[in-house]
Structure formats: C-alpha cells, structure tokens
C-alpha cells in the first residue's frame, strides 16, 4: 500500500513537472480572462465619481464575464461595484441587493474582512433611507469582525460610520463618543485620511447642535489636513462646508467665496456630484441676496448635472428651489408645474424608502443566519488550514526526495513520449477551452440581444405610460376649465345680486330721507303758523296745525315706505311678530328704523316726536322682548334674518 500510495505521488509530480514546461512558453502579453475582469472593475471605480453611466457598464460587463467564468473574486467585486453605483443613483434596494449577493460569495469564500466590508456599505444604503436602527446594526456587526481581525483601518472606519448614523439623528453626544475612539485610533497610526473624515464628522455634529464657531475650526482643521495629502475630492467637500456655515451665520459673500472655490476644485477633477451640490448651494445663496436672475442660472446648471447622476435626493432639494424662485417671481404656473415635479420625486423616493424597510425584515433574517454558519466554518477553517499546511510541507519534503529517485529510474525515451503525449493534451484542452470560449460569446452576445429587446420593450412601456399621463392631464387641464368657467359664472351672478342688494338699500335710504326732510318742512311750517298767531284767529291756526300734524302722521308714507322695506329685508317683521307677539304696530316701526341703523334723532324726525319719546319707546321695546341691560337692540335686531 505504501508502494501504491509514493507511486502516485510520484506519477502526479511528473506529470505536473512536464505540462508545466509548455506553459512557460505561452505569451502572457494577451491578458487572462481573470485580469480583463479585474481591468473593467479598475475602469469602472476610476469612472465611479465622472460618469455614472460608464461606472455601471464596466461593472455590468466585469459581472457579466465573472459570472461566465466562474471568477469568485472577480463576481464578488462586481457586485459591490454595482452596488456602489445603485448607491450613489439612490436605487438603494437594487444596492441592496447587489450587497447581498456580495455576501454570500465573501461567505462561502469564509472573507471575514469582505463580509465587514459589504456589511459596511449595506449600513450606509440603510443611512441614506434614515433607517438609522438597521444602519446601527450593519455598522456595529462590521466593527465586531474587524476588532476580531485586528484591522485598524477598518475599525476606525465603522467607528466613524456609527457616529455619523448618531449625527444624523441629532444625538451628537453619542456621535462624538464614537469620534473621539475614532480619533484616537487614527492620531496613533497617524492615518491623515481618516483624521480627514473625523474632523469633519466633528464638525457636522457642532453644526447640528448649532455650535457654529466649533463647527467651522473643525472643517478648516480637515481642510488643512486635506491639503497636506493633497485629496482634491476632500478639499472640496470641506470647502462647500465652510461655505455652508457661513451662509448660516448670515456671511453670504464668504459663503460664495468658498462655495465658488469647491465647485472650481470639484470640476477640475469632474467630480460630478459634488459639482451639482455646489451650483444647488450657490443658487440658494443667491436667492437669500434676493439676486434671482443668478439664483435661477445656478439652478438650471446644478439640475443638468443632478439628472445626469440620477440623485434622487438632490433633485427633490432642486424642484423645491424652483418652485420658491417661481414664487418669487410671480410665476405661479412655472411654481406648481415644479411643484408637481416635487410631488412625483418625493413619492418615488417614499417608495424606495417603504420597499426597502419592508426588504429590510428579510435581510436581517437571513443575515442572522449567515452569521452564525460563517462563525462555525471560520473556526472549523481554520483547523483546517494548520492540517493542510502541515501536510503540504510533508508532501513537498516526499515530492522532492521522489523527484531525486525517479530522475535515475525513468529513460530519456519514456520522458520524452510522456512530454509528447501531455502536450498533445494541452493543445486538446486549449482547443476545448477556445470552444468554450466561442460558446460563452455567443451566449454572451444572446444575453446582450435579449437585454437590448427588454430594454426597448421598457422604452416602448414608458412612452406609451407618458402618452397616458398626457391624456390624463388634458382631461384635468379641461375639468379646470371648465371650473373656471363656472367660477367666473357664479361670481357674476353674485356681483349682480350685490348691485342688486345695494341698488334697494341706497332707494330704502333715499326714500326715508325724503320723508324725514318732508316731516322737517313740516315742522317748519307749523312754526312759523305758530308765529303768525297774533296776526290770525286761534282757531284759524289750531286748524292749519291739526292738518300739518295729520299730513306728518298719514300712514301713505310708512306704507310706501314698508313695500320698499319688505324688499330688502324680506319676512323681518314676520319673524319678528312670531318672536314676540306683544309688539305694536308702532314698536315694529321703532324696530325697523333700528334695523336700518338709524340714530334716535333721525327717527325722532321721521315720526315727529321727541327724542326722549323715542328712547322710552325703545325701553319698552327691549322690555316687551326680555332682554338685559347688557343687551344691545340694535344688535340684537341686526341679528335677526330669514
């Protein structure tokens, strides 16, 4: 048996002495199909922060390619690029997503330092959908595997997240704690990238606790770090935070000075999206200066470069500037067409946000799961590995004295049939893989058709949907007109019955002026009878003076006047009879005259009797209706309407 067993060895470690001799010819200046996925990962990372469109290709065909070669490592790194990406368009389930198929390659591989990786950038997809309780949770499972590891980057880096996710949340004392662990991690390894990250961390919880001195030292302490390892990226995030807390403090030509100078950092290295924050910061500074026209030219840029990145979060901060700049403009249609734009953003946003939570409880399930068998094969792997190394020293050892004895036993000639016949094998084998190669393209390429059909198909869907809303806002824009219409209708309507109204008030007045002035002559004339007196009889003027008074008193007048009353005030005296029924034919007159809002001269005038006559006669009034003192009768009247 032991014979058996170094013959095979034996046999093995020749037969891997002669296929390598061929394979130290090949040229290598073609790359493999490993290195070419690689190359489109570096490719789409360096495009990561440019172009969000050729990112995502390179990534797309990087994962398209690994998937077809079974490249574990190359798969892995795809979907966390595509992740990267979804991420940065705020597609954060479809991050998600990529994350999790991350996961389960780093867990089968058993990469602890992967699965804290991926665990990381699940945390921020959670962060970026105010999730802060699932972020937690990401960030500190991620923390407790790099403590196991000893990685301090990543340590500091789970640190720096966790404080963030407290920032958000605006409990800065606990955010701060997790900053200074951070800090003093980073000041031991002397990791100026990190400090960049912290001071700024820093300075965003004094900025939410309104500590705005604190804030600024903090951001110009990362800037000056920022500065000394030359990260452009940094520099210019660090600058537009400077500039957003001076536009706090009211230092609005500080905040264009150095907002101005992020964006000119940021475009110089195309660095997209914090080009678009820039020109949105700038649009609102200007539009605090009350400079509208700037205001409105910064929008329309930062806009351009918000839809080409697909931020969803920035472009809803965008709509809403539009619709405060149309407003105060006057523009009210421009304002609701952006608001209506908002609305939709807002709610796709609050859809991504409600699939994602409800995507979440599943998550953690199969986490939790996860987990556990990662635990259990880590520490049965690691047992593993010691035998292994023990055992492939032993064989190398063996291998080594067996190559010695065999070199003396095998003849030239049996050397060189066996070289014949495995490099026939090889070219057997490279012939194979060609085909399957010319197999995996044609596949590849059926795969890309079918992507290309699927893509026109959503492009067909979503014309013919946009063809829908079309009809659908017609309908909207003609049920409006013809509400306007109706509007404009009744308003006519009530401006004639108005005219109408205060076309009867103005004759009621008129008319009743006419018999206080007829009662005023009157008067005057009984007077100046009463003056001539002594030149006439007694009886003479007693006579003429009955017949003033009678003509004063004729009831033709108050008739005339009731009708004209009765128009205005429809029904007043009946429901005034019904309330209380002891008042009199005179009281009703009394009240009326009231209603009309008539002094108690006027009326002593127009019934040609005494003030002192009238105010008795409203006592009794207010007497015969029980009413307090603390009553007002004209009001109490005016209250009455049918």
Same mark, same amino acid.
């Given at each position: ?6 013959? +095979?060895?034996?046999? @093995?470690?020749?037969?891997? +002495? ?40 390179? /990534? ?11 490249? /574990? ?17 705020? !597609? ?14 780093? $867990? ?6 992967? %699965? ?73 390894? !002397?990791?100026?990238? $990190? ?8 300075? !965003? ?51 264009? *000075? ?40 910064? %929008? ?11 931020? %969803? ?13 149309? $407003? ?11 608001? &209506?734009?908002?609305? &939709? *953003? ?20 199969? =986490? ?40 003396? #036993? ?7 049939? #066996? ?20 197999? $995996?393209?044609? #596949? #590849? ?7 290309? *059909? ?28 013809? /509400? ?30 006419? %018999? ?37 008193? &004729?009831?033709?007048?108050?008739? &005339? ?11 007043? @005296? ?19 005259? +009231? ?25 009794? +009034?207010?007497?015969?209706?029980? =009413? ?15």
């Amino acid at each position: 048996m032991r014979q058996f067993i170094l013959t +095979i060895i034996f046999s @093995f470690l020749c037969c891997s +002495i002669l296929i390598s001799q061929p394979l130290d010819s090949i040229n290598f200046t073609n790359l493999s199909k490993e290195q070419i996925v690689d190359t489109l990962l570096f490719l789409s990372r360096h495009y990561g922060s440019v172009s969000h469109e050729k990112s995502t290709k390179y /990534a797309t065909d990087a994962m398209i390619l690994s998937e077809n070669i079974d490249y /574990a490592s190359g798969k892995m790194k795809a979907y966390i690029t595509m992740g990267e990406n979804s991420n940065m368009a705020a !597609n954060y389930v479809t991050a998600m997503e990529y994350f999790f198929k991350a996961m389960s390659i780093a $867990q089968n591989t058993h990469s602890q330092k992967n %699965i804290a990786l991926i665990m990381d950038k699940i945390g921020n997809c959670y962060q970026r959908i105010t999730d802060f309780e699932s972020a937690s949770n990401f960030y500190n499972n991620a923390l407790e595997i790099y403590k196991k590891l000893d990685d301090r980057k990543g340590i500091i880096q789970s640190l720096i997240h966790i404080a963030g996710a407290y920032g958000m949340q605006n409990d800065c004392d606990k955010g701060l704690k997790y900053y200074d662990q951070a800090l003093e991690i980073a000041n031991e390894d !002397n990791d100026k990238e $990190q400090l960049i990250v912290i001071y700024n961390g820093i300075g !965003n919880c004094y900025t939410i606790t309104g500590d705005y001195d604190k804030s600024l030292s903090y951001y110009e302490l990362s800037w000056k770090v920022a500065l000394e390892v030359n990260d452009v990226k940094k520099i210019s995030s660090l600058l537009n935070n400077i500039g957003n807390i001076y536009r706090i403090k009211n230092d609005l030509d500080k905040a264009i *000075e150095y907002t101005k100078k992020a964006f000119q950092k940021a475009d110089s290295i195309n660095y997209k999206e914090m080009t678009a924050t820039n020109l949105y910061n700038l649009s609102g500074i200007y539009f605090e200066k009350k400079d509208y026209s700037k205001s409105m030219q910064y %929008i329309d840029r930062a806009r351009k470069e918000a839809e080409e990145l697909g931020y %969803i979060l920035l472009k809803i901060k965008i709509w809403e500037q539009y619709v405060k700049l149309y $407003q105060e403009l006057g523009q009210f249609d421009k304002a609701n067409e952006y608001h &209506t734009l908002l609305v &939709t *953003e807002q709610n796709e946003g609050q859809k991504i946000n409600n699939v994602a939570r409800i995507a979440n409880l599943q998550v953690l399930y199969n =986490l939790a799961g996860k987990q556990q068998q990662v635990q259990e094969l880590t520490a049965i792997t690691l047992m593993d590995k010691q035998k292994i190394r023990r055992l492939v020293i032993s064989l190398i050892i063996i291998s080594i004295l067996l190559i010695l004895a065999a070199y003396s #036993l095998y003849s030239k000639v049996r050397y060189i049939r #066996l070289a014949k016949e495995n490099l026939l094998q090889l070219h057997n084998l490279k012939q194979r893989e060609q085909e399957q190669e010319n197999e $995996q393209i044609r #596949l #590849l390429n059926e795969q890309l058709v079918s992507e290309r *059909e699927k893509h026109e198909l959503e492009i067909e869907k979503n014309r013919i949907e946009r063809q829908q809303i079309d009809v659908l806002l017609e309908q909207i824009t003609m049920e409006k007109q013809r /509400a306007d219409a109706q509007l404009e209708q009744t308003t006519q309507e009530n401006l004639s019955l108005q005219e109408d109204v205060a076309g009867k008030n103005r004759e009621l007045v008129s008319m009743t002026m006419q %018999i206080q002035q007829k009662n005023e002559i009157f008067n005057k004339l009984r007077t100046d009878i009463l003056k001539l007196k002594e030149n006439l009889s007694e009886q003479a003027v007693n006579d003429i003076v009955k017949s003033i008074d009678h003509s004063a008193r &004729t009831d033709k007048d108050w008739n &005339t006047f009731l009708m004209h009353f009765n128009n205005v005030h429809t029904n007043f @005296f009946e429901i005034l009879q019904q309330l209380y029924p002891e008042l009199t034919e005179k009281d009703l007159k009394q009240c009326a005259y +009231i209603k009309m809002g008539l002094s108690v001269k006027e009326v002593a005038s127009l019934m040609n009797i005494s003030i002192r006559a009238v105010e008795k006669a409203r006592m009794k +009034i207010k007497a015969k209706m029980n =009413l307090g003192t603390e009553v007002n009768l004209s009001v109490h009247l005016q209250r009455i309407s049918p």
